[in-house]
């Protein structure tokens, strides 16, 4: 009997959606270290708040776990909002159809499924003592190679079988109007946005509408940044951010590592476009030279529609999130936006 696949999360939705951990996490954590044997270390809690909210949507907490007459070093995950799929079943599906001699998931050592009663699932997994693929900025020539040699492994042997089903799709309109929903209370104060972004963004979704299609969507992780990738050993990389698996744009797993890297360039010491140019061109050296993409003109024009629909976020949303007060953020702006201008020119 086949398995029923899972549904897509969506994590827009998400945001929005639950209650608020914040009066309650302390409670639910003790309850669930005394239901999965979880030793909490109350120093080292980390409390994810939705983007632009002050609401609470999940807690992690290290400490250890005892399995088979052995402590291990063990994470404990309250997630307070329900996803369609959870993490662990998502985990699972992952390990059940992966190939990959490399790449892995987290172990899980303990789970709760959703309760409506308590609205919250959670679960205990291994504390991964690993590093990020991508640690500088720009990146080392060596991290870069890095990352897109585990980018071939993943493409290859991590998604051979989809487990989340693809469902009715979002238009890329409405996952405009999301994006732009999250920072509804702030655009008023935003001091480096032009009247004719909209005007360009409308052209942007123009072409993404007109240029794919449903049946040109793929399977993918959703989140696939180089702080996602950790690398326990030489020969071991762990795999995180499950939440965000299912289906996109073609190659948007290519480009979107990418597209966080770049509006992390508010980081780089003494920043200039320059300094910003180069390390795009770095970049996106290394996306049009991805095995699937080389000398293949269709999959080509597929990465540029994934830059397309990643750039508008950047320039709409996701800049919001550098620190605006620095010259960095005026700068990146500025640089989105021609990166934005450009695409549209070339695609329309």
Not at 73 to 87: D, F, M, N, R
Request: aromatic residues 10%.
């Amino acid at each position: 009997m086949t398995k029923e696949k899972l549904a897509q999360n969506d994590i827009s939705d998400m945001r929005t959606l639950g209650e608020d951990l914040a009066p309650r996490w302390q409670n639910l954590l003790t309850e669930i270290a005394e239901e999965t044997g979880f030793i909490p270390d109350w120093d080292r809690i980390r409390k994810s708040v939705w983007w632009k909210t002050e609401k609470i949507g999940a807690v992690s907490c290290h400490g250890t776990i005892r399995k088979d007459g052995e402590i291990f070093p063990a994470v404990l995950k309250i997630q307070g909002t329900k996803p369609q799929a959870s993490e662990v079943d998502i985990i699972s599906a992952f390990e059940a159809q992966n190939k990959s001699k490399i790449i892995r998931t987290t172990k899980i050592y303990a789970s709760l499924p959703w309760s409506e009663d308590q609205q919250f699932e959670a679960f205990v997994a291994e504390d991964v003592n690993g590093k990020a693929i991508v640690g500088h900025r720009p990146a080392f020539d060596e991290e870069l190679e890095d990352f897109f040699n585990l980018y071939e492994e993943y493409r290859a042997n991590c998604r051979n079988t989809p487990w989340i089903e693809k469902g009715v799709q979002k238009t890329y309109r409405e996952k405009y109007e999301g994006w732009r929903a999250a920072v509804g209370n702030i655009v008023k104060d935003d001091k480096f946005g032009l009247p004719e972004d909209e005007q360009l963004v409308a052209k942007a979704v123009e072409i993404i509408e007109r240029d794919i299609d449903d049946s040109d969507l793929e399977f993918v992780h959703g989140h696939l940044t180089p702080g996602d990738l950790l690398r326990v050993s030489p020969d071991e990389v762990v795999i995180f951010s499950n939440l965000f698996w299912g289906w996109r744009i073609p190659f948007y797993d290519a480009v979107f590592g990418y597209h966080w890297h770049m509006l992390g360039m508010e980081h780089a010491e003494n920043l200039t476009e320059e300094l910003w140019l180069k390390e795009r061109d770095r970049w996106q050296e290394k996306i049009f030279s991805i095995s699937e993409v080389k000398n293949n003109p269709e999959n080509e024009r597929f990465i540029k529609l994934a830059l397309l629909e990643r750039v508008m976020p950047a320039l709409m949303a996701d800049r919001f999130m550098m620190d605006q007060t620095k010259p960095s953020a005026e700068l990146i702006t500025k640089l989105v936006r021609n990166e934005l201008q450009s695409l549209v020119s070339e695609l329309s």
